[in-house]
């Protein structure tokens, strides 16, 4: 297909978010119509990207920038673009189907449905904070502990392209390495030496046992003196790249993956973890400990925390932070995952569940659409 991008200041995956809306469509083909709403965050997009891709129908993407009262609640904004900078430029025919993720582009999603009397179908990526039934497939993963409905599909890992399957398909050679991936704080994990010293322990163990050498990695979340501390750790001899360092510049991360043999990260990022499954290669995920106040909060919150934790997903307001047992809780019932005795979780090859939940979800979004 023919990518034909519109005017505006924004930049795909990381670039920075202006007051000025961009749109660009891929595609110029008869029959239904797509829209991507993508926001700001990497991971949010390359989900709905991937998914329209996949879908294989036209689709106009509209990067969005939002504004203060981006904070109210879903509830409250109801079908509306107050929170939006600028003027989107949405126009008829409405599309058929819109694809969003991330509660700031559920007002917009369904001020767009609006607009078209109700006609477009709405899926939603991830956690809406909305009840699900203002949807028409919400597609999700066990840690933001959505309800079982009709219109909620619970994935294991998010969806995505099998970039990573494309990758790592080559023969693996005897040089190929064990690549090393260092996450770093979040809202609700915390990420601290005794998990660097863990990380750092578990790659040489595996290196070890497989003769084969070590590269690294760290993110763009990564504190610099863990960073450094990995680096001390693993040795000098270790190629790392350092994101603190580089600042993301030649980032080597998708090469790494293409070229390795066996994949041990920290267990922060759910969208890094679905890149290393994705290439069906034995992955070793290091847990990353709670924030303090969430640890207290479990200790302590009594019946109306633990209440909220499990359940305050699905209200348009107050939404608990995800459940990252209840992620890899979920792999180790589906069989994907294991808790070892190193206290690692060790998933031998998911590759064939993600690629059979991937068609599953393709073929509900399809008929979705058909039906329209």
């Not at 709905?48 to 993407?61: H, K, N, S, T, Y």
């Not at 690692?344 to 058909?370: C, D, H, K, P, T």
Request: with cysteine; aromatic share 6%.
């Amino acid at each position: 297909m023919r990518l034909c991008c519109g005017v505006g200041k924004y930049s795909r995956g990381m670039g920075p978010v202006t007051d000025r809306p961009e749109s660009h469509a891929i595609g110029e083909m008869p029959g239904p119509r797509v829209w991507a709403l993508l926001g700001r965050r990497h991971g949010d997009n390359t989900q709905v990207e991937a998914l329209a891709a996949d879908l294989g129908l036209p689709m106009q993407a509209f990067r969005l920038g939002y504004n203060v009262l981006r904070e109210l609640p879903n509830s409250v904004l109801g079908e509306s673009l107050a929170s939006v900078k600028g003027t989107p430029p949405f126009a008829p025919p409405w599309p058929d189907l819109v694809i969003g993720v991330g509660r700031r582009s559920v007002a917009v999603a369904r001020w767009i449905r609006a607009r078209s009397g109700g006609r477009t179908r709405l899926v939603h990526l991830g956690r809406p904070r909305l009840d699900p039934r203002y949807f028409d497939l919400v597609i999700t993963t066990p840690q933001y502990g959505q309800p079982r409905a009709q219109n909620v599909v619970k994935m294991n890992l998010p969806y995505q392209t099998p970039i990573g399957a494309t990758l790592a398909s080559a023969p693996l050679g005897p040089d190929a390495p064990v690549l090393v991936v260092l996450g770093g704080d979040s809202w609700t994990l915390k990420m601290d030496g005794a998990t660097v010293d863990a990380l750092a322990g578990a790659a040489h163990r595996i290196a070890t046992e497989t003769g084969r050498p070590l590269v690294a990695t760290t993110s763009p979340r990564t504190p610099p003196w863990l960073g450094a501390r990995l680096g001390q750790l693993l040795g000098p001899e270790v190629p790392l790249y350092d994101w603190a360092r580089e600042k993301g510049v030649g980032n080597p991360y998708r090469a790494y993956l293409a070229a390795a043999a066996w994949i041990v990260l920290t267990g922060d990022s759910v969208s890094s973890l679905a890149d290393a499954v994705w290439t069906g290669l034995p992955v070793s995920v290091v847990p990353v400990p709670e924030q303090p106040w969430l640890r207290a909060m479990r200790r302590f919150g009594g019946r109306a925390a633990r209440c909220w934790l499990r359940r305050g997903g699905n209200l348009g307001i107050g939404a608990p932070p995800p459940d990252m047992d209840a992620l890899y809780g979920n792999l180790i019932a589906s069989g994907m995952a294991r808790r070892s005795g190193a206290g690692l979780y060790e998933i031998a090859s998911g590759r064939a569940s993600l690629e059979a939940e991937r068609r599953a979800v393709i073929a509900r979004v399809r008929a979705l659409v058909e039906g329209a």
